[in-house]
T-cell receptor, first 116, second 113 residues
Framework: NAGVTQTPKFRILKIGQSMTLQCTQDMNHNYMYWYRQDPGMGLKLIYYSVGAGITDKGEVPNGYNVSRSTTEDFPLRLELAAPSQTSVYFC???????????????FGPGTRLLVL | KQEVTQIPAALSVPEGENLVLNCSFTDSAIYNLQWFRQDPGKGLTSLLLIQSSQREQTSGRLNASLDKSSGRSTLYIAASQPGDSATYLCAVTISGGYNKLIFGAGTRLAVHP
């Protein structure tokens, strides 16, 4: 299993440009997440999905959009990039079953984004 | 609002030392607590997960404890090695309809030969 894969690894954007960060998992996990990590800080949740076709906002959703058309893929879209979106973006996935203990999340290697 | 704090923010120790990383959280209503390791340019790797009903978990040279009533967890690393150098993140899972993780800012550990 490749686990959680993310592309690209690094990207430079100009202010106002748009881009899509790709995330794919091959573990058949139902839950997927997008986080951002700013320097010296913990991770903050942007969006999450509990299954194909179902997404919802996390703590810091402004300026981002997501979709989940398949179990495996969970792309994150940045519209009109701003310098405040300079960060490292992590995708994660987990399996959750009602009534069962919460399981760990598996993280991708991250995408480093610089907006100039 | 749940907040997670990690102390110290950075730590530098000589190889072979036993060390303790601290994590505190403000709300004891958690499902579990996890310790993650983060290497530069890489994602997070889960080291230990302690369910709310448990008191500790061990894996090799790592031991993590959980005291829900006081809102504290410690990660104990025995006989530290240069390969342990990384950032260690603590996170709690709280209720909210999904597996919501609240992260601390991390402790940056450097183990020098």
């Amino acid at each position: 299993n490749a686990g959680v894969t993310q592309t690209p690894k690094f990207r430079i954007l100009k202010i106002g440009q748009s881009m899509t960060l790709q995330c794919t998992q091959d573990m058949n996990h139902n839950y997927m997440y997008w986080y951002r990590q700013d320097p010296g800080m913990g991770l903050k949740l942007i969006y999450y999905s509990v299954g194909a076709g179902i997404t919802d906002k996390g703590e810091v959703p402004n300026g981002y959009n997501v979709s989940r058309s398949t179990t495996e893929d969970f792309p994150l879209r940045l519209e009109l990039a701003a310098p405040s979106q300079t960060s490292v973006y992590f995708c994660a996935s987990s399996y959750s079953k009602a009534g069962a203990p919460k399981e760990t999340q598996y993280f991708g290697p991250g995408t480093r984004l610089l907006v100039l | 609002k749940q907040e997670v704090t990690q102390i110290p923010a950075a730590l530098s120790v000589p190889e072979g030392e036993n060390l303790v990383l601290n994590c505190s959280f403000t709300d004891s209503a958690i499902y579990n607590l996890q310790w993650f390791r983060q290497d530069p340019g890489k994602g997070l790797t889960s080291l230990l997960l302690i369910q709310s009903s448990q008191r500790e978990q061990t894996s090799g040279r790592l031991n993590a404890s959980l005291d829900k009533s006081s809102g504290r967890s410690t990660l104990y690393i025995a006989a530290s090695q240069p390969g342990d150098s990384a950032t260690y993140l603590c996170a709690v899972t709280i209720s909210g309809g999904y597996n919501k993780l609240i992260f601390g800012a991390g402790t940056r550990l450097a183990v020098h030969p």
